[in-house]
């Protein structure tokens, strides 16, 4: 079973679940998994939930938690700042570090989407990471969000947007952005965002992954394992974002584009996603 949590990041207390496993012999320590929801989310849904329960299924000692503003942790509501998530992530490494249970060699991260890309960052500077998992992630805010808004109707209205809120920013105001204007997904997909997950945001949010590059930290996280692991055709996020983030890092690096799946890739049970994070996992993040 998993116990509700809470860990400090910044003075704000952030929720999780902290699933150890039942066999673990008193006095020894193992490996553990931190895993990060995707942009607005939360901890339960259905990629957190589904990775979670694979890796505790593995036998890891495994965290999911609310981002600050996320979910039934504190801060402000949607104010999702991307380096303000890497120190989220690595409070959550220092929660871990702190459990007698864990050994403090041997924590992953793991993250979807948005989360991926914290993931990702953290690793490339917080050499505590272990060994770094990304599914349907980007490394470049810029070249992610021109491709997103690919048309060229669809980009003015969205460089339309930024220059709004930049001028609402330099007089001191907050412009509030839906969801789908900031990452848009097909309304088929919309069924598989979790319960509760943040509808708008403060146009800061818009910048902050505007300006965020994953790319430029990913080369850091050698000789430690990443694994990229994005759809062949994803609707959400761009696959040449998995694909430059491979070409921009160091090894061990693998890379694995999958047919016959969209954006939460984790969360269809596809036998094949699965089966390849299973033997990467215990590959290069053993138990013990």
């Known amino acids: 079973m998993e116990t509700p949590i809470h860990f400090t990041s910044s003075g704000l207390k952030l929720a999780g679940l902290l ?15 931190v895993v990060l929801h995707g942009f607005g989310s939360n901890k339960d849904g259905g990629i957190s939930m589904a990775a979670s329960q694979l890796f505790a299924a593995l036998g890891y000692i495994t965290l999911r938690f609310d981002m600050r503003g996320c979910g039934q942790s504190e801060g402000q509501r949607g104010k999702v700042i991307c380096l303000e998530q890497v120190q989220d992530t690595q409070a959550a490494i220092d929660f871990l570090q702190g459990r007698p249970e864990v050994d403090p060699e041997r924590i992953g991260v793991m993250g979807h989407s948005f989360g991926a890309a914290v993931a990702i960052y953290t690793a490339g500077v917080d050499k505590r990471v272990a060994a770094c998992v990304s599914t349907g992630g980007w490394g470049d805010g810029e070249k992610k969000f021109r491709k997103q808004h690919e048309s060229d109707e669809a980009w003015k209205k969205f460089t ?5 809120g930049r001028r609402r920013l ?14 848009p997904i097909q309304p088929g997909l919309r069924n598989q965002l979790a319960a509760g997950s943040i509808t708008e945001f403060p146009y800061e949010v818009v910048e902050s992954m505007y300006n965020f590059r994953a790319n430029e930290v990913v080369g850091q996280i050698a000789p430690r394992p990443l694994l990229l692991v994005h759809p062949s055709k994803d609707t959400v996020t761009p696959t040449e974002q998995s694909v430059d983030l491979f070409a921009h890092a160091g090894q061990p690096t693998d890379l694995h584009l999958f047919a016959n799946t969209d954006h939460f890739i984790l969360g269809e049970g596809n036998a094949l996603v699965i089966d390849l994070v299973t033997s ?9």
């Open 280 to 288: 990467w996992m215990q590959k290069n993040l053993p138990l013990a």
């Open 19 to 33: 699933y150890i496993p039942d066999d673990l012999p008193a006095g020894q320590r193992r490996a553990a998994v």
């Open 160 to 164: 339309d947007m930024m220059a709004e």
């Open 170 to 183: 330099a007089r001191g105001e907050t412009m509030m952005v839906p969801r789908y204007d900031i990452v």
